[in-house]
């Protein structure tokens, strides 16, 4: 009955959900993951039915020729320049041009993300448009070269295998299956003639796509207006068949390299059989269905079920592999830091689970009896005990390692030196010790990335503690095991026992020899096992714990910030550059300076340096970096306006777009018209409840200064807030007494909102701080004190006011990852529906609205840029 219910239940929801509708429009892709899911399937029944022949297999790619095998890496490298060639002719073809350097990462890149993607081939040539559209390319002449390439690679394969089908026919080599799978691709090509054809002419394909996909048409649009260039097309065929011969010739010289007669006919119809089922295979770049296709074909011309299928394994590394890695490395070792980051402290992780693993299974004996003719079984127990835990001490060093400590990295690069060495003298572990040289080759290479400083005091702290720490255990086990009863070990103990035994629990190596025979001497092992855990735990937090640099306020650099800020300030944001808040940094010449604050070994910059010009802000920046570098922080800015974002992109600095600035033209500001009756309702409301404005210049009176106190508190009682600063100011008595204040008073007089006048940098204009109101406040009564804020800047010849930053909002159009995800949840996230809120009222004032961003160095920094500015935001 159970069963029943929850049935029932799934049923309701399905219908609910409309699960058939889902199935129906999901058909598709539905269809391609079973069909792919299949093919990997069969790949797993086939490693496992033919596992005995498997070990064969890799007996005879070992005994591969080594000439040969350098043959098919070339080969390879002539299968990527191909691609290429081909990819720069296509755009050649549509009337356009990329350079051959830009073809060759194109291909390199979508052949990698390929290998993820349903319909990977096809649906991989909408991706990496953006570095070629910013070199002037049209996203049109992009997808349309990408097309030209996609239809051609298809057409070639038609082209090879016509004759080669033919001549397989009269010879009797090939089956129904094949021919099926060609007019499958076949058709697929005369599908996308067709629908290209009836784009040109606006057929009824064209009309239904317009149908359905209105904003397709736009696009198809400039597809029409894009013709190709004949010769040029040609071009694109001719490369194409080329690639097929080289793919030919890669399982042609994967015959030859493994010791087989070599067969012309062989490789070509394994090729072109293999290839239509990579076409036909959507996921993962057919695989399972190119293996156990291509060793079925090569079966039937002769050859041995272990031979087919070591040439089947050796082909695909030459087409497969090779160009996979290369594609691999190109996203590794780009100018995106974020894999250089996070792959090998990923790789760290996983030695120590391999080193682990490793060490808990069984040696291969032959290995073993080998290892134990040259040294002794004594060093080998003793690097299993340092593999181990190295492994352990990898799996905790991997989360500091992606902090970017300079310690971390030093610990990483001993512990996998350690594995190199400990994995062969342990039991000839060649291949655990070659990933751990992989994982040691990725730190060498990534060594730049890892420049944090770790806390000098606490390291000292942490080396002490342990000093001390065995010395009281040693002191403790040592006199512990001297005076025990014989009946606990049974072991009368001296001193150099103890002292052994002390030593061995202490580092958790344990003792084989030592058997406790009773509850008292099991806990008193454990409890030097504790004391070693917890020190030596202790230890490692020191070492690799980050340190933070608290440079003290100068008020020298205060007063230079300021005389600055006089002659070259041009910000709203300014004056909360010198706030108590802030660090100051100043050039060496002394003609330029940026505030920070530091949180988690960031710097956080307010905006960007202020200076004469653009080359001394550029100088500034260059030497805040060097700053940061040599005291291990890592440098982001904060709210930089577009203008200036030439000075830090021209420093290979990154940027995010966070939101937009309100500016009021005052001198266009009016409450007139139809589109200002809501304001003009509010405000005439508050004035018939016979509020009113007051504006008071400093120096201000402490009886004043106690009434908004009032006010500012309630405020920040009921809305549940804290006070915040780095890019706002707070309740400051002293900054409030020497500002222009402006209140609403009720008609007892009694204060029930203010905001406070701060300067402005920018010429001719105003701007405010803090604005708070009472519970009791009427509706409208922000509208009503910041239409009395423009009437004084007006008053004091402003002519423009500043609203301050709505985050989040105006990004029409998304271009990156992480301004898809902040459109998307700016719009659709109800946590962030108070940014829109924000954005919403201020509109109300019709301001001009400028885009501010965030500056940053590393895409790692980036997932860490949230937390950090939570912090430097808090008092």
């Known amino acids: 009955m159970k069963v029943q219910a929850i049935s029932n239940r799934f049923l309701v929801f399905f219908k609910e959900r409309k699960g ?113 559209e910013k070199k002037g390319v049209k996203p049109t002449q992009i997808h349309f070269a990408s097309i030209v390439y996609g239809f051609v690679g298809i057409l070639s394969v038609i082209i090879v295998a016509i004759p080669a089908l033919l001549y397989s026919l009269f010879e009797g080599t090939t089956g129904s299956g094949e021919w099926y799978a060609f007019g499958a691709v076949a058709g697929l090509s005369l599908i996308l003639y067709f629908i290209y054809d009836s784009v040109l002419k606006k057929g009824s394909i064209y009309r239904f796509i317009i149908k359905f996909f209105p904003s397709a048409e736009v696009f198809m649009e400039d597809l029409r207006n894009n013709r190709i260039i004949k010769s040029k097309f040609l071009q694109v065929v001719f490369y194409s068949v080329l690639i097929e011969f080289v793919g030919i010739s890669h399982l042609y010289v994967a015959m030859v390299a493994l010791g087989f007669t070599p067969s012309l006919t062989a490789a070509i119809m394994g090729y072109i059989i293999s290839v239509i089922f990579l076409i036909v295979s959507p996921f993962l770049r057919g695989l399972g269905a190119i293996e156990i296709s291509m060793s079925f074909i090569l079966i039937q011309f002769g050859f041995t079920n272990v031979n087919a299928i070591a040439i089947t394994f050796l082909y695909r590394f030459f087409e497969f592999w090779i160009p996979l890695l290369a594609g691999a490395s190109l996203f590794i070792f780009s100018a995106n830091k974020l894999l250089m980051r996070i792959v090998p402290s990923f790789l760290l992780f996983v030695l120590g689970l391999i080193n682990i693993i490793s060490v808990l299974t069984p040696a291969i004996s032959e290995r073993l009896h080998v290892l134990e003719n040259i040294i002794p079984i004594s060093a080998i127990k003793v690097s299993n005990y340092f593999v181990i835990t190295a492994g352990l001490f990898m799996l905790v060093n991997a989360a500091f390692l992606l902090k970017g400590l300079r310690t971390a990295w030093w610990s990483a690069i001993l512990l996998t030196s350690i594995s190199v060495v400990g994995n062969i003298t342990k039991a000839i572990d060649y291949e655990e010790a070659l990933i751990a040289l992989m994982v040691l080759v990725s730190l060498i290479v990534t060594r730049k990335e890892y420049y944090i400083k770790s806390n000098a005091h606490l390291q000292s702290i942490g080396l002490k503690t342990v000093l001390i720490s065995i010395a009281a255990v040693l002191i403790y086990s040592i006199l512990g095991f001297y005076f025990l009863d014989k009946k606990h070990f049974n072991i009368d103990f001296d001193w150099l026992q103890s002292i052994k035994y002390g030593l061995q629990n202490y580092f958790l190596m344990g003792s084989s020899d030592l058997v406790p025979l009773d509850r008292f001497a099991k806990r008193f092992l454990l409890s030097i096992n504790i004391c070693g855990f917890l020190s030596l735990g202790f230890l490692v937090y020191a070492l690799v714990r980050p340190y933070t640099i608290k440079k003290e306020a100068v008020e020298d650099d205060f007063m230079t910030a300021n005389s600055i800020l006089e002659q070259y300030g041009a910000s709203a944001l300014d004056y909360f550059k010198t706030y108590d808040d802030k660090t100051i940094f100043i050039t060496q010449n002394r003609k330029a300076f940026l505030a920070y604050r530091t949180a988690d ?160 940098y920018v010429k001719n204009e105003g701007t405010y701080d803090l604005i708070r109101k009472t519970d009791d406040a009427p509706n409208g009564i922000i509208d009503f004190i910041l239409i009395e804020l423009f009437t004084y800047l007006k008053s004091q ?17 998304a271009n990156t990852f992480p301004e898809k995800s902040m459109k998307f949840a700016y719009e659709r996230i109800k946590y962030f529906s108070h940014y829109k809120g924000l954005r919403d009222y201020k509109e109300k004032f019709s301001p001009v609205w400028y885009n501010k961003y965030l500056v940053y160095s590393h895409d790692y920094d980036l997932l860490q840029a949230p937390l950090v500015l939570n912090k430097v935001v808090k008092p």
């Open 601 to 760: 070994n960031f710097a956080v910059v307010l905006e960007n340096p202020v200076a004469e010009s653009a080359a001394e802000m550029k100088e500034c920046i260059i030497e805040f970096d060097k700053y940061c570098y040599n005291n291990g922080l890592r440098s982001i800015y904060y709210r930089v306006p577009e203008e200036n974002l030439d000075v830090f992109t021209s420093l290979q600095k990154k940027s995010l777009f966070i939101g937009q600035e309100g500016v009021v033209d005052l001198a266009a500001f009016t409450l007139e018209g139809s589109a200002k009756k809501t304001l003009r309702n509010a405000i005439n409301k508050v004035k018939e409840k016979g509020f009113k404005t007051t504006v008071y210049t400093a120096p201000i009176k402490d009886g004043l200064l106690q009434k908004i106190k009032a006010v500012s508190d309630e405020w920040l009682k009921s809305t549940e807030r804290s006070e915040l600063v780095f890019s706002q100011g707070r309740f400051e008595w002293e900054e409030l007494k020497n500002q222009t204040i402006i209140t609403v008073e009720n008609p007892e007089e009694k204060i029930v909102a203010f905001l406070n006048v701060i300067p402005d």
């Open 20 to 132: 058939i509708s889902f199935l129906r429009e999901n058909d598709k892709i539905i269809r391609q993951f079973i069909f792919t899911i299949f093919f990997i399937g069969i790949g797993i029944w086939f490693i496992k039915h033919e596992n005995s022949e498997l070990k064969e297999v890799k007996n005879v790619i070992a005994n591969a020729g080594s000439f040969w095998v350098l043959c098919g890496v070339i080969l390879a490298a002539v299968y990527i320049l191909l691609q290429a060639f081909m990819y720069y002719a296509s755009f050649k073809a549509v009337q356009s041009k990329i350079s051959f350097k830009d073809a060759v990462i194109l291909f390199l890149k979508r052949n990698f993300i390929s290998v993820f993607l349903p319909a990977g081939g096809i649906s991989s040539l909408a991706f990496f448009t953006k570095p070629i």
């Open 797 to 813: 010849e402003c002519t423009a006011v500043n609203l301050g930053l709505a985050a989040m909002s105006g990004i029409e159009e």
